[in-house]
């Protein structure tokens, strides 16, 4: 990111660029099924696999203290995967959204912006749907966003294939 500032001065004004230093905050969208749910795909492989990569990230993010944000679809009763939220903390930030986005009627921008992050690492659950629609979303709002196919899932691995992550995010 850079930052422009226009400084005015007698004559044209001058343009300053300075870089913004990336502020990383990470979203895990919709994690509402245990290891045993067989709906549940892993896009790299199967589910355990999947689950064990978003651990151990979960974890690694607790270690460096940067923000995690839950985001639980209020039409599901199931809660986040237990072991997640043995990872972040009962007490973590769980956002509950109403809709495929997770930025809209949630809070969650709201949250960000107090945590001062620009750059949002998205995964989690459904990949061709509300990951989809809450990375766009993101993306619309000025965040640059990441994402890999191990910490995406879903329950279709025609609709959400693969080799066409790229095109899904």
Known sequence: ?????????????????QAIPPKF?????????????????????TLGAGLEAVC????FLREKEIPICVVEITTIDTPTNSRVLDIVG????????????????????EHLNR???NTLVI??????????????????????????????FTDNLVRADPSRVQQIV
Do not use: H
């Open 1 to 17: 990111y850079r930052l422009i500032t226009m400084i005015k001065r007698k004559g044209a004004p001058k343009f300053r660029t």
């Open 25 to 45: 905050g990470f979203c895990l969208i919709d994690f509402q099924f245990e290891a045993e749910d067989r709906r549940v795909k892993s896009m790299d492989g």
């Open 56 to 59: 151990r990230l979960l974890k």
């Open 90 to 109: 009962r007490d973590a930030k769980i956002i509950r959204k109403t809709s495929l986005s997770a930025f809209e009627y949630s809070g969650l921008e």
């Open 115 to 117: 945590a001062k992050v």
């Open 123 to 152: 995964g989690g659950f459904n990949a061709a749907i509300c990951v989809k629609k809450t990375t766009l979303d993101a993306i619309i709002k000025g965040y640059e966003v990441w994402t890999t196919k191990e910490i995406l």
